[in-house]
């Protein structure tokens, strides 16, 4: 996700921001990630990556010589292990020796020289690995597993040797690639390490005001308070970290700070559009953040979607004294996402899973970890098949099943929409309606748009072009309680 106009870039979903922990302790990663794996075979076939020295794989030569990648094939996590990496090279090793057309590929796209199938050694894995995580060496890998777990067991004692073998380390990303986690000070501040905070000033750490920024953006406030003690002030654009995040602690701290509610351009609408749009998911911290902004003169539209985004249920009540067909109304996009607002007109720019425009309050709370918002609404009538509207190419109609499956909390880490399906089957929802659907997803690998005609919800999840997207637990529900493809 590298959402330019409202926040810094990032590298990938929410491990630059400090959310879910991917720990490859968890379970073995695969030799490339599998949008790659599909890329680096195209290459691969139609000889793309090969150059003046580099003789077809299958006479036994691989490509060598420069580093050619762009972007890196592999994601390094935010708390990589060095273990699970080991195996991962000794796998890698052994699909290059049994010819596996990707391995060989990525083998190709990273090792800095030619070499013959046959001659490549486990420490030549290695290497081509690490490149494709995007980092310099194996060696600088192996320094990068071992700073990251200084920091997150607070030794400080193995802190000091690693910064005394290679002081450089102080200054340099934590990960060994550029990332928005940095340099030790501010990884440890993004992961609330108070006591390597503590070493790591006194040992010299400069990159006190982006470590701030970080412990704001995660609410971590000893630590933040310590930065400002420092010397660290609320820059310009300060607010929008927070915002980001959905975190409402570290946006109070940076305002009671005499921060500007507004972004690095001065632009006072970016937070409160950033809040609407972001594709953090946290329901309670985003009511909260919105009430900030609110208590501080930022003025929400008062409008049934507005009371969604809010979680504000006394609002919809008297939105639905107002209008008696609220509750299977349809929303057009800049209804849910206001220009008013600062939201932007595109509609792939507001980041959820199922297509929200046309949508009724029940799909946008399905989206946004409504439960509550939801269970209102089915209280007070809402039929849980309500469909959205169906636009003029015919794509649209799905029910609020349909974005329990496809689903951006998933994308956050959040563990299940189970609720949200278990609240819908026990009213009789319909799991094997149709309807066409198209998705285009923005800030991944894959940005193309596309269709999923005459689909149902087990349908739409198994068919998803981005599996990362689709909430498995919710899927096994729609599949036992009958769903068909």
Known sequence: MEWTRFCVPLASGLDNLGGPRYNLSAHRAHSVREKNRVLLLKLHNVGSLRTSFAQNAESGRLLGGPYMQNQPLRHIPVRPNLSQLRHQAKDFLRDIRAG?????AEFQASYPRPIEIGDVTLA?????????YGVASWARLVTACRVIEAIWAQDRGQLRALLTDNPALLMEDARGVPGNWGAPLSYAATAGCADVVEFLLEYGSEDIQYAFERACLRGNLGIAQRLVEKGARPQPGAVMGPCETLNPVGLRFLLDLGAEIADAEGNPLAPLALLLQTYSRNAKGKHACLELLSERGVQLPDTAPMAVHRGRIDLLERHLQLDSRLLTRHFSHAEIFPPACGCDGDETLALHGTPLAGGTLLHIAVDYDEFEVAEWLVDRGTPVDAPAAIDSEGFGGHSALFG?????PNTNG???????????????????VRVSLRKQLRFTEDETCHEYPDVTPRGWGEQFHDSSWVNKPALRMIIECGGEI
């Open 404 to 408: 329990c499956v496809v689903w951006q």
């Open 414 to 432: 959040l563990v299940s929409s189970e609720r949200f399906v278990r609240l819908f089957l026990d009213h009789g929802a319909d799991v094997n």
């Open 100 to 104: 596996d057309a990707a391995a060989i």
């Open 124 to 132: 030549a894995a290695q290497i081509a690995m690490a490149r494709s």
